[in-house]
């Protein structure tokens, strides 16, 4: 019999600077969703081998965090020309295992580039503080890292989550095992290697798949002092809970509802661009999406030029796939059932081919308007190219449905009113706002982070927030003045 060999070896974990089996693992299929065939498998590990990657992790970090920070940024700096370098087959990875067209695919990498930056700059910005507090006593205080960390990642940014932790954690001295998400394991096995090449001691990163299993072992072990999560608000939930109950620290990322509230003094043909390119990106997977409009009284003309522009997001050409026939599915159901609920569907993305690949999992740009917040689609993250419009008066009501909804990742104007941008500044109930701006990714040095069920813990994933979460701060105080009780400090 023909055996057939897949696109992509069998992935493997990757621990102590190479790649490891994951003993007696089952191992599951990987799927390109551009075409629906299977390219690769990944092991499901046990909570063994999470044992084996934190035992290298942690033997690996007391050399680290020895290291001073200047020369660990090296590697960094090293690494970020390594990504340049190898930009195309970064980008053509995320693209086979995750779907997203090739600029989409290759803006990914460079956002990981950003980040990658941005940690370089580590030693300016956690320069410690120092004071004599009395005469001749001197207190001083310097970040610390924890010891090993862990970062557990979602499907739909392969290369940028990994990214939102692993340049910072490292560089600030910790050690770091990162599981990826099952459904698109390959981008991770590049980043290692790149680190590897860059001269990152091996057992700093280490990486275990798996799904469930090895999610909880990571928020059981004794050994992991701090734990960050993207992924839905479902589990997110659950991993903040487990951890933050093991004791440890943990930031978890989950779900979103953006809402994009268009004033009629918007301008028409930027507000349309914009949110025709908010709703449709990474084919409505991201938790930036602006997948629900607020129309806020006369916006009829420039609904019709949202339609004009979402009809140019060609499926197979600037729209990629989404990420499994599962998605494409549940996608498909919110449109129905919105429908039947009485919304207006304007432009109809179900049942989209792909001529060449009839098997991929493609939804095409959707926009239903008259949608009205009782219905699911208005409530539930539908995680697809689909933009469902309600209607209100006034914007104090369009604020209203905005701050109902449990999520608080992003929310966004279109105005060319400073009064109605500052008000809705002041009033929105999200961690990220947008003026004129349908996905309000705020860049770095600063932070990432939504509020309410869109992000569980005190620090915000990226950033300068960041450092607070990966490290801890040592306070001394010191008296080299043989005086004593000079005052009653000393
Ligand atoms: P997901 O929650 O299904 O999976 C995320 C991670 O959790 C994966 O590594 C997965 O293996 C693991 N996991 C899945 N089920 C689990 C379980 N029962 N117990 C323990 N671990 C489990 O999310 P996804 O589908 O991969 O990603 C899409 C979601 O992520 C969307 O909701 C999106 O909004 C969200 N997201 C949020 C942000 C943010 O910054 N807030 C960023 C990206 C994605």
Redesign the pocket.
Same mark, same amino acid.
């Given at each position: 019999m023909e055996v057939q060999t897949l696109k992509y070896p069998a992935i493997r974990n990757y621990v102590g600077g190479s790649p490891a089996e994951a003993a007696g693992a089952a191992s599951m299929e990987v799927f390109s969703p551009i075409t629906g065939a299977v390219i690769s498998t990944v092991p499901l590990s046990s909570a063994a081998a999470l044992d084996a990657a934190v035992v290298a992790a942690k033997a690996a970090f007391p050399a680290w965090s020895a290291t001073p920070i200047k020369e660990r940024v090296q590697i960094f700096y090293r690494y970020k020309t390594l990504l340049e370098r190898d930009m195309k087959a970064l980008a053509d990875l995320v693209r086979e295992e995750n779907g997203k067209t090739y600029d989409e695919a290759r803006a990914e990498v460079e956002k990981a580039i950003e980040l990658t930056e941005f940690a370089c700059s580590m030693p300016q910005l956690i320069q410690g503080e120092f004071l004599e507090v009395s005469k001749g006593v001197e207190a001083r205080a310097e970040r610390k890292p924890l010891g090993v960390v862990a970062s *557990? +990642?979602?499907?739909?940014?392969p290369n940028m989550?990994p990214h939102w932790t692993i340049p910072n954690a490292i560089v600030l001295g910790n050690t770091m095992i990162l599981?990826?998400?099952?459904?698109v394991p390959l981008s991770a096995v590049k980043i290692a290697e790149l680190l590897k090449e860059a001269g990152l001691p091996d057992g700093v990163l280490n990486i275990v798949n798996g799904?469930?299993e090895i999610?909880?072992a990571i928020c059981d072990h004794p050994d992991i002092q701090a734990v960050s999560?993207?992924?839905?608000?479902? *589990? +997110?939930k659950?991993?903040y809970v487990r951890a933050t109950s093991n004791l440890k620290r943990c930031v978890a990322?989950?779900?979103?509802k953006n809402h994009l509230m268009v004033l009629p003094d918007a301008h028409p043909e930027m507000t349309a661009s914009n949110v025709a390119a908010s709703m449709s990106g990474c084919a409505g997977q991201r938790?930036m999406a602006g997948s629900t409009m607020v129309g806020v009284g006369a916006v009829d003309g420039i609904v019709a030029k949202i339609v004009e522009e979402a009809k140019k997001i060609v499926v197979g050409q600037n729209l990629g796939s989404v990420i499994s026939k599962a998605a494409k599915d549940r996608i498909e159901q919110h449109i129905a059932e919105a429908e039947a609920a009485g919304a207006k569907v304007l432009l109809d993305g179900r049942n989209a081919v792909v001529t060449g690949h009839e098997d991929g999992y493609y939804v095409g740009a959707t926009v239903i308007d008259y949608v009205t917040p009782d219905m699911r689609i208005a409530q539930e993250?539908v995680?697809g190219p689909v933009l469902a419009i309600m209607r209100t008066n006034t914007l104090d009501e369009a604020l209203a449905i905005e701050n109902a909804n449990p999520y608080g990742?992003a929310a966004a104007v279109f105005t060319s009113s400073g009064s109605s941008a500052r008000y809705v500044m002041d009033h929105a109930n999200a961690g990220m706002i947008g003026v004129n701006i349908g996905v309000p990714v705020p860049r770095e040095p600063f932070s990432?982070g939504?509020w309410g069920d869109?992000?569980f813990g005190a620090c915000d994933i990226t950033g300068k927030s960041s450092i607070e979460f990966w490290t801890q701060l040592k306070k001394t105080t010191t008296k080299w003045n043989p005086e004593s009780r000079v005052n009653w400090m000393s």
């Open positions: *557990i +990642a979602p499907f739909n940014f989550v599981k990826p998400s099952e459904l799904d469930r999610v909880e999560f993207v992924g839905s608000t479902k *589990i +997110a659950v991993v990322l989950g779900g979103a938790c993250e995680f990742n990432f939504g869109s992000k």
